[in-house]
């Protein structure tokens, strides 16, 4: 079964406004989570990475002001997508990182944005 | 319920081929993705199979069957850089991607 969840799975909004995205890890502890974003059959674009309890570290060239990442629990991260614009609208993945001996990523289902 | 299986680990000789299984089932299917993913980076998308039938990309193969649930990526001439993991993902029927834990993949000289 699906051990990271991401809700909503699809959001349709319009643009200006504001999304929130959720990423929970259902079985475990999750002290780093990755936010990803999709376009169509490319690989997977890391945005950032999200460390439990202090602030997210961004790629080269994805704004920190415009997507919003919180990790404010071992179990959920958020992805707030500020004042979206059309270009925002995109396939986002989350995954979580297990910690312990042996480290596991696993990938949520992905929340499909958007933007009219 | 959805559930994707592939094994957790396979080890191969430098110039061999492997084959990297994957079942699926899913509630509706878009769609059966192969990534691969180096530690600590990013996955690479290396295939998209919609329909039955084998799809060649170079050194890399992936084969599907709709009607068994069943897919399969096919690396030839394998080389030291293809060590990595291997993630099949399959989308069902509202698009979201279901994914295996992975196929880490271990290659001797």
């Known amino acids: 079964g699906a051990v990271v969840s991401q809700h909503p799975s699809r959001v349709i909004c319009k643009s200006g406004t504001s999304v929130k995205i959720e990423c929970r890890s259902l079985?475990?502890?999750?002290?780093?989570m990755f936010w990803y974003r999709q376009f169509p059959k490319q690989s997977l674009m890391l945005m950032a990475t999200?460390?439990?309890?202090?602030?997210?570290?961004?790629e080269q060239g994805v704004e920190k002001d415009k997507f919003l990442i919180n990790h404010a629990s071992l179990t959920l991260s958020t992805l707030t997508v500020t004042s979206a614009h059309p270009e925002d609208s995109s396939f986002y993945i989350c995954?979580?990182?297990?910690?312990?001996?042996?480290?596991?990523?696993?990938f949520g289902p992905g929340t499909r944005l958007l933007v009219l | 319920g959805q559930n994707i299986d592939q094994p957790t680990e396979m080890t191969a000789t430098e110039g061999a081929i492997v084959q990297i299984n994957c079942t699926y089932q899913?509630?509706?299917?878009?769609?059966l993705f192969w990534y691969q993913q180096h530690a600590g980076e990013a996955p690479t998308f290396l295939s998209y199979?919609?329909l039955d039938g084998l799809e060649e990309k170079g050194r890399f193969s992936s084969f599907l069957s709709r009607s068994k649930g069943y897919s399969y990526l096919l690396l030839k001439e394998l080389q030291m850089k293809d060590s990595a993991s291997y993630l099949c993902?399959?989308?069902?029927?509202?698009?979201?991607?279901?994914w295996g834990a992975g196929t880490k993949l271990i290659i001797k000289p």
């Open positions: 993902a399959a989308m069902d029927s509202n698009y979201q991607l279901i």
């Open positions: 199979n919609v």
């Open positions: 899913t509630s509706g299917f878009n769609g």
């Open positions: 079985d475990f502890q999750a002290t780093t």
């Open positions: 995954s979580a990182r297990s910690s312990g001996a042996q480290e596991t990523q696993y």
């Open positions: 999200s460390n439990e309890g202090s602030k997210a570290t961004y």
